[in-house]
């Protein structure tokens, strides 16, 4: 669990984000956010393009 909490801190920090608790908070309420921040979307998860 530690691990995917420092990959979420590592990932916000990385797109600029001043606070990190609020970045954690927003990115925590919806499922699809923290993956468009890794520049994964659903449709190339499914592989449509």
């Given amino acids: 669990m530690a691990a995917l909490r420092n990959l979420a ?3 916000l920090r990385l797109t600029g984000c001043d606070n990190i ?3 954690l908070r927003k990115h925590g309420r ?3 956010r923290p993956l468009t921040t890794l520049g994964i979307t ?3 998860t499914l592989g449509i393009t």
């Fill in 21 to 23: 608790t609020a970045g």
């Fill in 30 to 32: 919806d499922a699809s």
């Fill in 42 to 44: 659903w449709l190339t």
């Fill in 9 to 11: 801190i590592g990932a």
